[in-house]
């Protein structure tokens, strides 16, 4: 099993990112999917949403704490996301399973997927046979037109980043996945909200696994099966400008 | 069958996006994806792409005229998109129709799906009945929540739109479909390139339809099943830097 864990919170495409993202997932035998969203409460639109979206899933919340969320008009790198809803997921992960002592509900495979992200059906099948911590490249990433590991007979030996790399895992969320079975033996292994801006992937794999031990998927890390998309905020000056006139869209009607 | 008419074009979240849509049109039966190239020349990244898709598809190319062209910096809405890609969807599709005379081949609905909105698999099941022309809320599109035609007594009387609403159709491409037989039976009903900002849709439909004659889906347009989002430009700066020192990401890897 593939236990995906996604961060999520409200804005006005919320909705339109989980559909297609439930539309990549479907496709994907054996996905269970952990949605942990960035609030006080569980929402009424992930809640009904998940309910319609025909996968196994988990439906979990913790809210960002206020110092840690991003303001209107930060910049998006100003402050990690999806921390907490991440470790979350993992916490949720570890106590579920202890209910379960067989050896092989141990089995399967942990990814941290963001919900504004694009997947390739083929990425979840790379995963499937990750023993430890596998990697892959990231397009569209960093700055960069992709991120990757670089491999040399058959092992990681550095990574072809545009920023700071000699940071100890300089890849992007979205780059790696990593054995269940490590997550439960290391069960303090989460990530760290205070760690440096982009050093987030880092402050969790460092206590799970070395660079030598990388598994390196997706043709031995030459393709691209993921990339970093990110959707735009859409204008609202429309809705304004008639919600002043008491014409706006129709509040009762979910988007 | 669903004919889905979709242009697309080169730039970095091209096979992004269509990876993800494709996983969309995956799950609806009976569709033939109609994928139109704004290009000279077939690309080998959309060839392939189609290939490996696991979908019916038909793939044509048209290049825009460059003095139609958005250029870099032009704000969005300066020049209509996709226009020449619809229109030669449109003409495949009745010249293909031409060739198969037999009474079953000429059921269908048309839609124009750009290649980065979000569409519910619910909404193919709410076109697939359209007699003439139906139509539907879309989300996030023209500065507002959702534009929708408002429904009374079971017929379209006016539309909810921040903008121009006395267009003859003042309508987003994705909010509205129109059937095999109607296209066919209108053998010179296209967009019209020349149709000032806003008016594309209106330049197709005033000649296919009445408002009167429209059909309301979506529970008399109540709900939103597809969204109009939008995806970010990738900042390349680190690329930039990189390539600069002779190391940039390799060029031999399809992103
Ligand atoms: O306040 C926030 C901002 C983001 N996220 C989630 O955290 C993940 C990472 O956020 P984002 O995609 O915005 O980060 P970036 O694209 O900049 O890496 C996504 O799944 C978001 O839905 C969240 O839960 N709360
Ligand atoms: O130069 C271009 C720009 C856009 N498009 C396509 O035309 C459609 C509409 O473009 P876009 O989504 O950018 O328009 P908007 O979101 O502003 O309505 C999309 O399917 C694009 O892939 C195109 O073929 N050539
Ligand atoms: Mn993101
Ligand atoms: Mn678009």
Not at 46 to 67: D, I, Q, R, W
Request: with cysteine.
């Amino acid at each position: 099993t593939i236990f995906v864990i996604t961060p999520t919170y409200v804005r006005l495409v919320q909705k339109a990112e989980l559909t297609r993202l439930s539309q990549t997932f479907l496709h994907v035998p054996q996905l269970h999917w952990i949605v942990v969203e960035d609030s006080l409460h569980k929402t009424p639109l992930v809640t009904n949403f998940l309910m319609k979206s025909g996968l196994t899933y988990t439906h979990l919340h913790v809210p960002t704490a206020k110092e840690r969320k991003l303001q209107e008009g930060d910049p998006s790198w100003l402050k990690p996301r999806g921390v907490e809803q991440r470790n979350e997921g993992l916490r949720w992960l570890r106590e579920d399973r202890r209910t379960q002592p067989e050896e092989d509900s141990h089995q399967g495979v942990v990814y941290f997927a963001d919900d504004d992200n694009t997947y390739s059906l083929q990425l979840f099948e790379e995963m499937r046979s990750t023993q430890r911590v596998s990697v892959w490249p990231v397009g569209l990433v960093g700055g960069m037109k992709f991120e990757s590991p670089v491999v040399e007979g058959g092992k990681v030996v550095r990574f072809h980043t545009g920023w700071r790399p000699s940071r100890p895992f300089p890849m992007d969320m979205a780059g790696f996945a990593v054995s269940l079975k490590l997550v439960l033996a290391n069960p303090d292994a989460c990530f760290d909200g205070e760690a440096p801006m982009g050093f987030l992937e880092s402050s969790l794999l460092k206590g799970l696994v070395t660079i030598d031990e990388l598994e390196p998927k997706a043709d031995n890390c030459t393709k691209v099966l993921v990339w970093h998309t990110r959707t735009e905020k859409p204008k609202m000056k429309r809705e304004e400008a008639l919600q002043v006139q008491g014409l706006g869209s129709d509040p009762a009607v979910e988007i």
